[in-house]
């Protein structure tokens, strides 16, 4: 069994910077990339960012430089650094991983997800 925990999200002002962090933990044989979406109030969920476990990353348009994605292999565990936060980065945060798992082979999993509310 595989499960990822997001932390990290919270309410902030327009400006204002979080840091969001992904943990999983379970049978993990191999991670191939993991990765964070949000999904704001009636809109469908999107890709933020993305790293591999070769190190490289891809980030969405609308992140101009804002966000940084990060990886540290010892535990796991994906960062999302996130700064100069707007009111339309407001979302549900989701964490996913592309991975293998001893007993199921390849598979995908998301994390619970966690709010992100940038408001005055």
């Known amino acids: 069994q595989v499960q990822l925990v997001e932390s990290g999200g919270g309410l902030v002002q327009p400006g204002g910077s979080l840091r969001l962090s992904c943990a999983a933990s379970?049978?993990?044989?191999?991670?191939?990339?993991m990765a964070w979406y949000r999904q704001a109030p009636g809109k469908q969920r999107e890709l933020v960012a993305k790293i591999t476990s070769r190190g490289s990353t891809n980030y969405a348009e609308f992140v101009k430089g804002r966000f940084t994605i990060s990886r540290d292999h010892a535990k796991n565990t994906v960062y999302l650094q996130m700064s100069s936060l707007k009111p339309e980065d407001t979302a549900v945060y989701y964490c996913?991983?592309?991975?293998?798992?001893?007993?199921?082979?390849?598979?995908?999993?998301w994390g619970q997800g966690t709010q992100v509310t940038v408001s005055s």
């Open positions: 996913n991983a592309d991975l293998i798992t001893i007993s199921h082979g390849r598979d995908d999993h």
């Open positions: 379970g049978s993990i044989f191999s991670i191939l990339s």
